[in-house]
């Protein structure tokens, strides 16, 4: 179950001086002091490479998050996938876990799901809630990071991602939560990923192998026989759904990279304007209105200024649009192709998968 959102909201207002208790403050990273992802030297235990499904985040549309420049709800929806698949690449570029995917939707079956919400993101702000579940429901992780970059983040050259530092703070605090685990209780996440899995997929059959123990968390009542030929077919329609979502997975690395360097210069321009707005609010405000025409001239150049900087930023938000190809998947000797965005293919390829799993069944379709 991911986290409430509201008590995320309440530790991400800290970001605007509203003061909260102590054990909802949020996690600041100081942008300039850097955060190194921590990468394996090698040699990480085959039991340690849980994969991870990076859920695209929730854009917070809705989060009464004070911030200083408008929200753009087309811009935040494409951020929500953009900041996702960043978290994804860090911590494929760790090589600390198995496959990692961007996924458009939390998918039952996950070894590890990290999910998360934007709260504030303007350019030199920054607070993102992030959850993180395995599939036993245990929580690894349920935090709000915040930073505030500095004129320093946006220097030409921008080598990179201006927040990256938060995120690779994100990667590391997922590697430390793991590293709290032994090689038994992930060889059992693992085992109970496969059997939420097929749970979710042929509920009829494989409802009665999980329970929910006293301390909340998912416990197998039994396992399959490792020849059981249901077992085998639910393995195979597995394996399809990796090669899908390695696809919905390369869609959101394309999104990525053509949002990649638009997106950077649209963060550099709402900070230049932020830091240019208080700047003018500071000088008005020590500056005398005298009442003469200059004075009377001085506040409206300075009005149309404002005006123009915020249509120019609400021009350059819509501009972050991309274009992806349909997805084209063989099921059963039939091409099929999905269209429609990246979470609307997904829901219609799982209902594919049940309606296969189902049939192979000889029983009715059901949903996954």
Known sequence: MKPRV????????????VSVAEDSAPIRVNLDLGMPLVRSAGGVADARLLDVNVVVFDPGLDAPIPQATEVFPKLRRLEAQYLAHALRNTLAES???????TMPEPATGAELEVYGQLLVSDGRDFAVAI????????????AVYTARATAGRYAFPIEEDPFQPLINKIANDLLAARQQLTERDLARVVELASLRYAEALLPSVFSEYLTTGDDGLIVPLRLPSRDDPTVARVERIREREYLFTDTLDTGYGVLFEDLRVNYTLWRKYSYEEIVGLERYRASASRRRDDGSLNSMMRRYGDFRELKLQKSSLREAAETLETDIEPTAVEVEGRVLELDGSLDERYVEWRRLLAELAAAEQGLPPESP
């Open 6 to 17: 509201w008590t995320w909201a309440l530790a991400a207002l800290a970001l605007a001086g």
């Open 131 to 142: 959850g993180a579940t395995d599939a036993s429901g245990r929580r690894w992780l349920d």
């Open 95 to 101: 090589a600390q876990w198995g496959a990692v995917r």
